[in-house]
């Protein structure tokens, strides 16, 4: 269990800038952060970060919350989890007692495998450095590797034992079950035996974004062609490699500082570089390039530089890739290694400077480093350069941008030796095919992206009626500006006409109270006895305690409330001369604020004179008194409207 009193110290200390910093790339509108959202797919940031707030929220997808919630959604973590993350992050040492073996059993499924992940890759790092077998074959490895133990500490490497059962029967000890491990991917059984899936084999760790190891791959040092050179954790409820970047836990801030991506083949690769002060890199592990992988650097750059060893099969084998790379709107360009080089040898040769260097020289955009290795291929036959336009037309056709479009052309054109009309001509036949396809397979065209300022309303907004409207405006109001002071004329104990300084909450809190009106809606009344509740104890509610509250209902309308996708530019005074008043600023707000208790108080009234007319034409006529008693009231009420509507401005017809 983690202490309230740290809970708090968590809260009050994590910055929501830097804690989605750490997964999305983002800059400065105004007094807001926005980027791409992390949690859809979308190619004009609709993303929004409050730092004032300390909340996010997509104005595309609707998610928001807190720095915890978005470890939580991000990440999949529990309420624990996240708050455990948060406190490695900012240092901060919680009170707790490791679980015990009934505890363990209790944990939830998938936070039972990240204990289980974590302690399996405990024990490996012990195997590296704490036996004889770690230290001779799998410590000698990667010192010859010229791995320094900084670095492999950093990595967090280790090793599995030449034998069967190693691990599974020290998981066994510590009160782990074979049903457990087999759902983590670390063991298996056959013929009633049980078998440690990594034998013999140093371990290189996988982590999730927030750096929790989430699985292994795990490399053979023995030459036997009967086994796989490698070895990786099957998909589980924490892993999916389709969805993962070895390395980029590491790599994430560096790839937004540099803005640009180097994808490479191998975890050695990635490590050596890394090692090198080249962090802005990371690997596929082996696997094809994915979209979802793709997706993921897109969150940080728009770059991405490929590093190949110069085997030309391997590359023609991944065009695939790099075609979905470009398909995301993303900017690919090409390295090869001279003759026999990977990055890792080639870094491990070369000081830190000259393979940045290296890399920034023979940097060649994809599209036309395509063309000219195909070009070599054609050999002067028309056949195969036929082939070989269509193949560059169909490549250029999956770029979305079209001024991107017409420059590949025009430039590939010239290496071609066609003429660029001829390319163009192809290239709008086979995106008007792709329009076409698309219609007939959707029943109607895409639609396209939407900034976040012209994005509709969100559908709590859309089914509102005009009185649950004015009891959001009033709840809005107490969340965005609650604690924020105006001046109101008052009488002193002498009789005197003298100023003072309310909050606008007190304000709003008095005047509702003294009607006795409730709200519609039972969120908003019980933000509204919320605010009672800690204004009567004098205590005055911040944002921090409604985007933090307990209950998910109160904090998700909160968050919703305290959002707003409509930010003015910082420069636009100077740029337009026009000044712009602000709800900010104090007269706005306090017209804004008697404005909106005008408004939801007439529709009360409304509520109660639409009650009162149906009364009345239910009423048996019979019943005298009660019939003068209805119209005395009804034309009581009426007359409130007629105050009320004049105090708006409004004029009664009837």
């Known amino acids: 269990m983690i202490k309230q009193e740290d809970i708090q110290n968590i809260i009050e200390t994590a910055r929501i800038e830097e804690v989605v910093g750490d997964y999305v790339s983002l800059k400065k509108r105004g007094i807001n952060l926005i980027g791409l959202c992390p949690f859809h797919n979308e190619k004009t940031p609709s993303f929004t970060v409050s730092p004032v707030k300390g909340i996010f929220k997509c104005f595309g997808c609707g998610k928001a919350g807190n720095s915890v919630n978005f470890i939580m959604e991000h990440e999949h973590f529990s309420y624990p989890e996240a708050l455990r993350h948060l406190a490695r992050k900012y240092n901060i040492e919680l009170d707790e007692e490791l679980p015990t073996v009934e505890q363990i059993a209790a944990l939830d499924e998938k936070e039972s495998l990240f204990n289980i992940t974590a302690f399996a890759h405990k024990h490996f790092v012990d195997n590296l450095f704490n036996t004889d077998e770690g230290k001779a074959i799998g410590l000698s490895y990667f010192k010859e590797r010229e791995f320094t133990e900084a670095t492999i500490r950093k990595f967090e490497l280790g090793y599995t034992l030449d034998k069967w059962d190693d691990f599974t029967q020290y998981a066994f000890r510590n009160g782990y079950n074979i049903q457990q491990l087999e759902k983590a991917g670390?063991?298996?059984?056959?013929?009633?035996?049980?078998?440690?899936?990594?034998?013999?084999?140093?371990?290189?760790?996988?982590?999730?974004?927030?750096g929790k190891?989430?699985?292994?791959?795990?490399?053979?040092?023995?030459?036997d062609k009967s086994k796989s050179k490698y070895v990786n954790s099957p998909e589980t409820d924490i892993y999916s490699k389709s969805k993962v970047l070895y390395g980029l836990n590491?790599?994430?801030?560096e790839i937004i500082s540099k803005d640009n991506c180097y994808l490479v083949e191998g975890y050695t690769d990635v490590i050596t570089l890394h090692q090198a002060g080249i962090e802005n890199v990371v690997s596929s592990s082996g696997t094809s390039l994915t979209t979802e992988q793709i997706k993921l650097i897109f969150r940080y750059t728009r770059n991405i530089t490929i590093l190949y060893d110069g085997d030309s099969a391997g590359i023609k084998a991944s065009f695939r890739g790099i075609d979905m790379i470009l398909e995301q709107g993303m900017n690919v360009k090409i390295v090869l290694f001279p003759d026999g080089e990977d990055p890792d040898s080639f870094t491990r040769k070369n000081r830190s400077a000259e393979v940045v260097d290296y890399i920034t020289k023979n940097a060649n955009n994809f599209i036309l480093f395509k063309t000219n290795l195909l070009l070599e291929e054609t050999a002067h036959d028309p056949i195969k350069k036929a082939g070989l336009i269509k193949e560059i037309v169909s490549t250029i056709s999956l770029i979305p941008d079209s001024i991107q479009r017409s420059v590949y052309s025009k430039e590939c054109s010239s290496l071609l030796d066609i003429s660029e009309q001829t390319l163009i001509t192809e290239l709008n036949k086979l995106l008007r095919k792709k329009v076409s396809k698309s219609l007939e397979s959707e029943g109607h065209p895409e639609m396209p992206e939407v900034s976040p300022l012209t994005i509709p309303k969100q559908d709590d907004e859309i089914v509102l009626d005009e009185a649950e409207y004015q009891e959001k405006d009033i709840i809005r109001l107490l969340l965005n500006h609650g604690s924020k002071e105006f001046i109101i004329k008052g009488k002193n104990e002498e009789n005197e006409e003298v100023d003072f300084s309310i909050s606008v909450a007190f304000f709003i809190i008095k005047d509702i109270q003294a009607e006795g009106f409730?709200?519609?809606s039972l969120i908003y009344q019980q933000i509204f006895e919320e605010f009672v509740k800690e204004i009567e104890t004098d205590n005055l509610p911040n944002e921090q305690f409604f985007?933090?509250?307990?209950?998910?209902?109160?904090?998700?309308?909160?968050?919703?409330?305290?959002?707003?996708p409509y930010v003015l530019s910082d420069n636009w005074d100077k740029m337009h001369r026009i000044y712009v008043p602000l709800e900010e600023d104090v007269k706005k707000l306090e017209i804004s604020v008697k404005h909106s208790i005008l408004s939801f108080k007439l529709k009360k009234?409304?509520?109660i004179l639409t009650n009162n007319e149906k009364?009345?034409?239910?009423?048996?006529?019979?019943n005298e008194e009660d019939l003068i008693l209805l119209m005395e009231n009804q034309k009581k009420w009426l007359n409130v409207k007629k105050i009320i509507s004049a105090a708006l401005g409004r004029i009664i017809i009837k």
């Open 186 to 210: 670390l063991s298996s059984q056959k013929d009633g035996k049980q078998y440690d899936r990594f034998r013999a084999r140093v371990m290189f760790p996988i982590h999730g974004l927030s």
């Open 213 to 223: 190891v989430i699985a292994f791959g795990g490399r053979i040092l023995q030459s």
């Open 250 to 253: 590491f790599a994430k801030n």
């Open 518 to 520: 409730s709200f519609k």
């Open 547 to 564: 985007t933090h509250h307990p209950d998910s209902n109160i904090r998700e309308t909160a968050i919703n409330l305290l959002s707003s």
């Open 605 to 607: 009234v409304e509520e």
């Open 615 to 622: 009364e009345l034409k239910e009423l048996n006529n019979d």
